[in-house]
């Protein structure tokens, strides 16, 4: 039996957990930094950090002592390395350093991406990297600040096949919502709202889906774009009258319709490439993947001969259980990180995974 600790700050959460052979998560703390961002309308950097600073040593005593073991019982401290923001990452990286380097644990570097996608089998009979019939995968990654198309081929290959050229989707949400002044984050109280008007009430554009522009290269077939979203939105309310007058009805309408074609592009696009890629299983995870619409259509209008998978609510949001799920691939292997580990806001475009 392995115990992998797992440490996540790659943003505005600051997660542990403890993580039994990759799937059975045995303790998972979160401490969130909402309250401390929402006056902003979105994530500050350092302002993140500094939380960070506060929270990582009582969030991770609190997972080892839910899971009522030592550090010395730990089998390795996994901590996600990239990508985020980087004043995020180091305080996790340098906080697991120290950890690993106390306790006499192997370290090791996890990429944020990969443990979402991990994320996805926890608490769950199915092995994500030991089941050859999951491949090819194709992963639909939607959070606060990344929305990426990842293929997992048969050779345990992680290939990054289509991103956002601008705003991620939760972008779109949040800054709909600032513009709105509906409060921060914004997925969730445009989701609350949306359910009260319809998805086709207004024609919001569907960028690098059309037969002009940018969408013409074959490069961008699989990339995605949401500012133009955010302007359409803004001029929308000008002809309106303003935000007075965007209320009532008018105003569940004008969400239900902006919120549509955040969830149409994204599962559009997702099912594309699963179909030009011959994958055999889509997954949807990350932040955004909470949201019920996008759950809904991800999970029911997909082609009928591609077997799909959506994360668990609890798993979608940056958590440490996702990263010792992976960090557990990465032991059973024998590979490992060292005190040269560093915080990337990138990562490349492929990826070996043990």
Same mark, same amino acid.
Request: net charge neutral.
């Given at each position: 039996?392995? @115990?992998?600790?797992?440490?996540?700050?790659?943003?505005?959460?600051? *997660?542990?957990?403890?993580? %039994?052979?990759?799937?059975?998560?045995?303790?998972? *703390?979160?401490? +969130?930094?909402?309250?401390?961002? $929402?006056?902003?309308?979105?994530?500050?950097?350092?302002?993140?950090?500094?939380?960070?600073? +506060?929270?990582?040593?009582?969030?991770?005593? %609190?997972?080892?002592?839910?899971?009522?073991?030592?550090?010395?019982?730990?089998?390795?401290?996994?901590?996600?390395?990239?990508?985020?923001?980087?004043?995020?990452?180091?305080?996790? /990286?340098?906080?697991?350093?120290?950890?690993?380097?106390?306790?006499?644990?192997?370290?090791?570097? /996890?990429?944020?991406?990969? $443990?979402?996608?991990?994320?996805?089998?926890? =608490?769950?009979?199915?092995?994500?990297?030991? =089941?050859?019939?999951?491949?090819?995968?194709?992963?639909?990654?939607?959070?606060?600040?990344?929305?990426?198309?990842?293929?997992?081929? %048969?050779?345990?290959?992680?290939?990054?096949?289509?991103?956002?050229?601008?705003?991620?989707?939760?972008?779109?949400?949040?800054?709909?919502?600032?513009?709105?002044?509906?409060?921060?984050?914004?997925?969730?109280?445009?989701?609350? @709202?949306?359910?009260?008007?319809?998805? !086709?009430?207004? $024609?919001?554009?569907?960028?690098?889906?059309?037969?002009?522009?940018?969408?013409? !290269?074959?490069?961008?077939?699989?990339?995605? &774009?949401?500012?133009?979203?955010?302007?359409?939105?803004?001029?929308?309310?000008?002809?309106?009258?303003? @935000?007075? #007058?965007?209320?009532?009805?008018?105003?569940?309408?004008?969400?239900? &319709?902006?919120?549509?074609? /955040?969830?149409?592009?994204?599962?559009?696009?997702?099912?594309?490439?699963?179909?030009?890629?011959?994958? #055999?299983?889509?997954?949807?995870?990350?932040?955004?993947?909470?949201?019920?619409?996008?759950? +809904?259509?991800?999970?029911? *209008?997909?082609?009928?001969?591609?077997?799909?998978?959506?994360?668990?609510?609890?798993?979608? +949001? =940056?958590?440490?259980?996702?990263?010792?799920?992976?960090?557990?691939?990465?032991?059973?292997?024998?590979?490992?990180?060292?005190?040269?580990?560093? $915080?990337?806001?990138?990562?490349?475009? %492929?990826?070996?995974?043990?």
């Amino acid at each position: 039996m392995a @115990l992998i600790l797992g440490i996540e700050t790659s943003c505005d959460e600051t *997660s542990a957990a403890v993580v %039994e052979n990759g799937q059975k998560v045995i303790s998972c *703390s979160v401490a +969130t930094q909402i309250a401390k961002h $929402a006056p902003y309308g979105g994530v500050i950097p350092e302002l993140a950090a500094r939380e960070h600073l +506060t929270a990582i040593n009582p969030v991770v005593e %609190e997972a080892l002592q839910k899971a009522n073991i030592t550090p010395e019982q730990l089998s390795a401290v996994a901590v996600t390395h990239a990508p985020g923001l980087i004043p995020a990452l180091l305080v996790g /990286i340098n906080f697991a350093k120290g950890f690993a380097n106390t306790y006499n644990l192997p370290l090791i570097g /996890i990429n944020h991406f990969l $443990a979402h996608i991990c994320g996805t089998f926890l =608490d769950n009979d199915t092995a994500a990297l030991d =089941d050859p019939s999951l491949y090819p995968m194709l992963a639909l990654v939607v959070s606060g600040g990344h929305t990426s198309i990842v293929l997992l081929r %048969e050779d345990k290959v992680a290939q990054l096949i289509g991103t956002t050229l601008d705003d991620a989707a939760g972008e779109a949400f949040d800054k709909a919502a600032k513009l709105l002044n509906l409060g921060y984050p914004g997925g969730p109280v445009i989701e609350r @709202l949306a359910q009260n008007g319809k998805t !086709d009430a207004f $024609a919001f554009p569907r960028s690098l889906t059309g037969s002009a522009g940018k969408a013409l !290269d074959p490069a961008n077939r699989f990339h995605f &774009s949401f500012s133009g979203l955010k302007t359409a939105l803004l001029y929308h309310v000008k002809r309106s009258g303003g @935000l007075e #007058k965007l209320e009532g009805q008018f105003l569940y309408d004008t969400l239900a &319709s902006y919120q549509e074609a /955040i969830v149409d592009v994204l599962c559009k696009k997702a099912f594309d490439a699963a179909k030009v890629y011959g994958a #055999k299983t889509a997954i949807l995870c990350g932040g955004v993947a909470c949201n019920g619409a996008l759950r +809904t259509r991800f999970l029911e *209008s997909a082609p009928k001969d591609l077997r799909v998978i959506a994360a668990q609510k609890k798993y979608c +949001t =940056d958590n440490g259980a996702m990263v010792g799920g992976l960090g557990y691939y990465y032991y059973r292997a024998g590979q490992f990180g060292d005190l040269s580990l560093d $915080a990337k806001a990138r990562l490349p475009l %492929e990826t070996r995974l043990p």
